[in-house]
Nanobody, 121 residues
Framework: QVQLVESGGGLVQAGGSLRLSCVVS????????MGWYRQAPGKQRELVAT???????NYGDSVKGRFTISREIAKNTVYLQMNSLNPEDTAVYYC???????????????WGQGTQVTVSS
C-alpha cells in the first residue's frame, strides 16, 4: 500500500514563504511524476506544479515565478517552495504522485490527505 504524507503547511503573512514536503512510502512502487494541487473553499482543485522523473516541470499560471517544485528521487520526496505568498494562495494543498504498483504495474493516481496553507493580509 502506498501512502503520501504532506507536511509544512501553516499560517503565514502576505509576502512570506513556506516550504511544503511530501514523502511517498510503501512496500513497492515506481514513481513516474509528482506534483502539487490546491483547493480553496468553494473552488475546484487546481494545478500548482508538477515534476517528472526527468526533471521537467510545469506550473499553474497563478504561481509562476513565485513557487518552485523540486524533488529528491532517492528519498521519494517532492518539495514546493512558495515565496511571495498572498491571500489568494490560501487553500488546502494536496500532494499527487503518478506511480506504478505491483502486481500489474499499471499507472495510477495517488493523493495525500492535504495540508492547509493560510496567508493573512
Amino acid at each position: 500500500q502506498v501512502q503520501l504524507v504532506e507536511s509544512g503547511g501553516g499560517l503565514v503573512q502576505a509576502g512570506g514563504s513556506l516550504r511544503l514536503s511530501c514523502v511517498v512510502s510503501g512496500s513497492s512502487f515506481s514513481i513516474n511524476a509528482m506534483g502539487w494541487y490546491r483547493q480553496a473553499p468553494g473552488k475546484q482543485r487546481e494545478l500548482v506544479a508538477t515534476i517528472t522523473n526527468g526533471g521537467s516541470t510545469n506550473y499553474g499560471d497563478s504561481v509562476k515565478g513565485r513557487f518552485t517544485i523540486s524533488r529528491e528521487i532517492a528519498k521519494n520526496t517532492v518539495y514546493l517552495q512558495m515565496n511571495s505568498l498572498n491571500p489568494e494562495d490560501t487553500a488546502v494543498y494536496y500532494c499527487n504522485s503518478v506511480l506504478r504498483v505491483p502486481p500489474t504495474w499499471a499507472l495510477g493516481d495517488y493523493w495525500g490527505q492535504g495540508t492547509q496553507v493560510t496567508v493573512s493580509s
